[in-house]
């Protein structure tokens, strides 16, 4: 009889010297009984819970070549631990007319299928549950019950024979220092594929040495997977984040979030790195760039940042359409570009470097004139005093309505006083106190007199050197994407027309915004950015 034998051990803690022995009683066995070995076959440190494994496979296929006539194991549990997996194989065997023997149980039956299966699988059970209770029990104690996350390394820490004691971690200096940075990165507005671009250029290594990507830093928010959601950065490490469960068919691990009530925080403050503050704008940030199939939150669409930086800031002075990228480097009217001259007779497109660096020229050379600037103050001290003129309109207006409902107070406190019965005046009475009390916050609210605006004395200076700051910071690959977003804000339309054969470039921009970043660091009193409404024009 021709026989393959085959032998598995489960874990890299067990000795390669696992195979020989159960080869060796195999062999005996083989010796005994009279039989030819035809070849032997071995799984090494892989599990029995599944199929998916080159030596199981490799004996199955000579099977199915019709080299075998038995198939040889230590025991049952070393063909598999699973008990569909153990029936597969037997069921498989019988169909080839192949026995299945192993020098524990001998030949193989149904019953052994049944009962010594169903065993297997409880064990694999059992050990699993023991192993996550064991790992539980450390993690509340606030030691490491995984791997080594990003950001620490391992403190080595002796019982009192000498041996190492497991779980202790300490913070990595220089790691740390790279998670605080990428905490403030995407805080500010950077996204992680950004982030993990500029820590590629800088050649700053990855966890585990490897190569730093946007799921490196952004993970799953669910499972608490990435950078930015590793509780223990904020000294509150998690236990049982997500769960895994292998494929019945293809034996492969599946993660899948732990359900609520199942997670558990321990505290363990030696191991924080980033600070409340911090963390807490980290996840306003991740709240804002949510799962694009919430209803309750913006759209993915809505949340791209531009590709270039007047995407959607231009339009055409004829039909009013957007301009955009029509060919390699130029942008031209979108009526044009799909509907010809039926759509827009404006045929005039324009270098996209070309209108960009007209745009921030004017931006740094013709915004904030000092007569520009002249004219808003003008504008906003007067609008100040029309709204000023109103407020005292409505507090006279205020005072003598007061005046009444003290009178209309007084009156019924009287008729209390001289015998009417309370309960009949008392409605009436509370109704007049709350709109006293009322009136009496809007007269002191409109008595407070209000700061006037103070500017920067030489507003117009400043603004070009802040602007200049911002051309440097967008001329930067790691600064880019956050200076576009400012000067962008600058900007609220430009309109391309064309005039004698070439295109007139009208820009608007957004004042208030511009004396926002003007006046930052030292502003008092300054407008917000819907406070007036006045635009400049160029």
């Known amino acids: 009889m021709r026989v393959a ?67 040889l194991a230590d025991e049952l549990d070393r063909v598999s631990r699973g008990q569909s997996h153990t ?10 007319g192949i026995r299945l023997v192993t020098v524990a149980e001998g030949e193989i039956t149904r019953l052994h ?5 169903t065993m297997n699988a409880e064990q694999i059970s059992a050990t699993s549950r023991k192993t996550r209770d064991a790992l539980a029990d450390r993690h509340m104690k606030g030691l490491n019950a995984g ?6 390394e391992l403190d080595f820490q002796l019982d009192a024979r000498g041996d190492r004691i497991p779980g202790h971690l300490k913070v990595d200096p220089a790691e740390a220092a790279t998670i605080v940075w990428i905490c403030e990165e995407y ?51 998690e236990h049982q984040r997500q ?30 790195i980033v600070s409340d503050e911090l963390w807490a704008k980290v996840k306003a940030r991740q709240e804002q760039t949510a799962c694009p199939h919430c209803p309750e939150v913006t759209p993915f ?13 231009v339009t055409c002075g004829v039909c009013g359409s957007n301009y955009g990228k029509v060919g390699k480097l130029r942008s031209g009217c979108h009526a044009r570009s799909n509907y010809g001259e039926a759509g827009c007779s404006n045929s005039l497109t324009i270098r996209i470097g070309e209108l960009e660096e007209l745009v921030l020229a004017a931006l740094k050379d013709d915004m904030l004139r000092p007569d520009v600037i002249e004219a808003f103050v003008a504008e906003y001290v007067a609008e100040s005093n029309r709204l000023a003129r109103e407020r005292d309109r409505d507090g006279a207006a205020h005072r003598q309505e007061l005046k009444g409902v003290e009178a209309s107070i007084h009156r019924l406190t009287n008729a209390i006083l001289n015998g ?41 200076q400043v603004y070009r050197a802040k602007v200049e700051d911002l051309l440097a910071a967008y001329s930067s690959e790691a600064s880019r994407a956050q200076a576009q977003e400012v000067i962008r804000g600058l900007i609220e339309r430009i309109v391309l027309t064309p005039v004698d054969g070439v295109l007139r470039v009208e820009m608007t921009g957004d004042l208030a915004a511009m004396l926002t970043i003007s006046q930052a660091g030292g502003r008092k009193n300054a407008p917000e950015a819907n406070a007036t409404g006045v635009r400049q024009v160029k």
């Open 5 to 71: 034998l085959y032998a598995r051990y489960s874990t890299d803690m067990q000795k390669p010297e696992t195979i020989a022995v159960q080869n060796g009683n195999m062999r005996a066995y083989v010796a005994k009984a009279g039989w030819q070995e035809v070849g032997a076959w071995a799984d090494e440190a892989i599990s029995g819970a599944t199929l998916n494994r080159p030596g199981i496979q490799a004996v199955l296929a000579a099977c199915e070549r019709g080299e075998v006539d038995i198939v």
């Open 87 to 96: 029936a597969k194989v037997y069921e498989r065997l019988q169909f080839l």
């Open 113 to 117: 299928i049944g009962m010594k299966g």
């Open 147 to 152: 791997g080594r996350a990003y950001g620490y």
């Open 187 to 237: 805080a500010a507005g950077r996204s992680g594929k950004d982030i993990a671009a500029d820590l590629y250029r800088r050649g700053v290594p990855g966890p585990r040495g490897g190569k730093w990507s946007a799921s490196t830093i952004n993970g799953n928010k669910k499972r608490g997977t990435g950078i930015l959601n590793n509780q223990a950065y904020v000294g509150r490490p």
């Open 243 to 272: 769960t895994f469960r292998k494929d019945p068919e293809t034996g492969k691990r599946h993660a899948f979030a732990t359900a609520k009530g199942v997670k558990k925080t321990a505290e363990a403050p030696h191991l924080r």
């Open 301 to 313: 669409w809505a949340k791209q940042r531009p590709k270039y930086l007047l995407t959607g800031k």
């Open 420 to 460: 009417v019965d309370a309960t009949l005046v008392r409605d009436e009475l509370n109704r007049f106190g709350r709109r006293k009390a009322t009136l009496e916050d809007m007269l002191a609210e409109a008595t407070e007199p209000s700061a006037p605006a103070l500017f920067h004395p030489k507003l117009a």
